[in-house]
Every structure is written in structure tokens, then in C-alpha cells.
């Protein structure tokens, strides 16, 4: 039982690592654009773009963390039984 809890404790973590991921991407892409804006004589509309990028990346980093932990969690289950 107390084993039971602690993998859904760990499983959390998981979630809670691949939003921050996410998020800081993605505000990494809004500050950049934000950059852009300000410094440049380009219009607000270039802010989009540098967001939308900060979205893929998120995403792309966020799922490939999630792919590398599943990894270790089947290597893991593996070696214990």
C-alpha cells in the first residue's frame, strides 16, 4: 500500500515537471518576442510567432522528458519483478 502511494507521488512529480517545462518555454518565447518588439521597429504582431515557437518547444521538450522517464519507469518495473 505504502509503495502503491509513493509511485503516485512520483507519477505527480512527472506531471507537475512537464508544466514547468511547458510554461518556461513558453515564456522564454514571449520574452524574446517581447525583446523583439520593444528594441526593433517591428510591430506587436511579431510577438505571435516568438509565443507560438515557445509553444512547440514546450511541447517538444515536455514530451520527450515524459518519454525518457517512462523509460526509466519500465527499466525499473523490470529489474524489480
Known amino acids: 500500500m505504502k509503495d502503491k502511494w509513493i509511485r503516485q507521488v512520483g507519477y505527480l ?3 507537475l515537471q512537464f ?8 515564456f522564454a518565447g514571449g520574452f524574446i518576442g517581447y525583446l523583439v518588439v520593444r528594441y526593433t ?5 511579431w510577438m505571435i510567432p516568438f ?3 515557445g509553444v512547440i518547444s514546450g511541447l517538444f521538450s515536455g ?12 527499466k525499473r518495473n523490470k529489474n524489480s519483478t
Open 63 to 74: 514530451v520527450k522528458y515524459l518519454l525518457k522517464e517512462a523509460s526509466k519507469d519500465e
Open 19 to 26: 508544466g514547468l517545462i511547458t510554461l518556461s518555454n513558453v
Open 41 to 45: 521597429c517591428l510591430g506587436k504582431g
Open 13 to 15: 512529480g512527472f506531471v
Open 51 to 53: 509565443l507560438m515557437l
